[in-house]
């Protein structure tokens, strides 16, 4: 398999992990909304109400910073990181 | 001079918030003095418009590179604010606090649909599409799939979908520009339109690009502010985000000692166009987990899809650069809406609560009348009560708001002094004209470029090509005003609508064209355009009486348009040729950063 393809490969699987990552987030908590709301979540809030709120928009935030610098860490495993005069 | 300017950006943002901040106080110094708020008003939106213009005119450009895609030198943050601005229309800004006031959790899914998009848009496609280098979402499509059809029908999608949008903000422009400056709408809508103009049409993006990150500054201030000042004054907590607990527990109690009582529909009928009163909790889960799931899906699939927003991942200096942009602008975004549902928290309370002294339930009807703000927001068409059961106190059921007063008109309940409300009217005005400026461009730029440029004229000289996008700039920009000012549509149903349309013809075409080589121009053409035409008669059918199914509403009709787009997509490329050679080595191009991009610097 060629450098590239195996690059591929890394990438496609960090995109899985990613979609499974924002899939818990956004669909999988809300399959059970009205069950997690009955439980006291961070900050004293009801746990679906506070996911809505801010739990869920930060874990996104979060997840894009972690997904980008995995990717890069994978674009220099295989020397196709960006040089700086490109 | 050029790469001073970006090396000194910190500075110069930093000396511009400085200055507002200088600006607000000042204001508020007025107001003592005795200054009309009518006259504050004006002030705050004519200076903070005048300096965006000032920005616009000062990054006006001859060269294609700046105007398509502001030269390809705008760092990560900045392009996040920018990036923010762009996507926080006035319908964010307005109605988003309003809507979680009146309608609790299902509302709410807009709020995870309008920020999970960004992980899509971050992995399945911006850096890919900067490394294309690509001048516009068409251009992707166009180049990758091959053929003058093919990049047709990204126009074509691009333009429904961001034409549904801007008309939307253009009226908000209007709203805001008409209390403001107290003009009637037909006109106001004109001068938003001007405003918007003098920031896109001299510097094209990079002119968008400088005056979306100084609108941000002034959005962000405008909605925390007032926030974090309500809740200190109500004593509910310095840092609101982490201490609402016991006020949204205390909201539950309130909801259950009132009771949600239902109101006859004659009575209703009495009640102003507009204005809904509290019938849905507002902590406990109100929705099936599909109603709120499918809206929250749309959504998300509909950010990896509005061209408005991928657009501005091509002006990052690289590839790394863009990823990392997309964590800055959900960053920036994060900041504005996870402090509407604390508003919607802070004002309902407010409002509800008969031990707090701006507690109107459970007062008479006199005392009710007889307080000054409910006075000026009753004048406005903005808040109503009615004595339906006849004993002479307010009943939960008997008081009425507009959405847009959850913003507009909590600071002026809570007690805050009028520079705020001008401040949130100068908010307002920046979310609705960076939202705005980013969509005509968008539309404007995939016309002369894709259309005019690939097309018509491909030997066209840089210098028309770019009197071309003005005078486009121009004729989009006041047929949206024309549509705005006939007040066909409400502010957020049209906007979500641009988000099923865009959802429906372009986010299998994008991804797939980077995800699945197999992937051909049949195929793409397939999926553009019976994806548009599928979501389109959903929506049609749906609002002239059909019933649908699957749960899926006119809110959501782009899953429907999204669906018959994939399979479309799939089945027609696997009858059809697999693409030649030399697209599948652009495909595999696209997926490493490094190396030339796929499109020339100017091209």
Known sequence: MSNQQKHWEKTRGLLF???????????GIFLFGAEMNEVTGPFGYPWTYWFTCQGSLGAFVILIFWFANRQEKIDEEFGFSEREDE | MKGNFIDNLPKVYGIYTGGFIGFIIIMAIAEQMGMSAKAIGIAFVAFTVFIYALIGWL?????????????????TVFNGMATAADWMSGASFVAMAGGIYFKGYGYMALLVGWTGGYVLVASLLAPYLRKFGCYTVPDFIGTRYGGNLARFSAVVVLTVASF???TAQINATGTIASVALDIPFQYAVYVGLISILLCSMLGGMRGVTWTQVAQYIVLIIAYLLPVFWISNKMGAGFFPHFMLADEVARIGELEQQFGFVKNAAADLKTVPKGLAGITKAHSAVNATPWAFISLALAMMMGTASLPHVMMRYFTTPSVKAARKSVGWSLFFI???YSSAPMLATLSKLSLIDPNLSTGIIGKTFAE?????????????NLMFISDFNGNGTLELNEFFMGGKAVVLATPEIAGLPYVISGLVAAGGMAAAMSTADGLILAIANAISHDVYYKIIDPKAETAKRLLVARVLLVIIGFAGATIAAMEIQGILGSVIWAFDFAMSGLFFPLVLGVWWKRANRQGAIAGMLGGLAAGTWYLVWVRTGGSGFLGITQLTFGIF?????????????LMTAEPDKATQKMVDDVRVPSGKSILGKSH
């Open chain 1, 17 to 27: 992990i990613t979609l499974a990552i924002w899939f818990v987030f956004s669909i």
């Open chain 2, 59 to 75: 990054s006006r450009t001859a060269q294609a590179d700046a105007y398509y895609v502001a030269g390809r030198q705008v760092p």
């Open chain 2, 164 to 166: 549904t949008y801007v």
């Open chain 2, 334 to 336: 994060f900041l504005l």
């Open chain 2, 368 to 380: 009710v009348e007889a307080i000054d703000w409910y006075q000026n927001w009753n004048q406005a």
């Open chain 2, 561 to 573: 348009g999204s669906a018959v787009s994939l399979i479309a997509m799939v089945v027609v490329s």
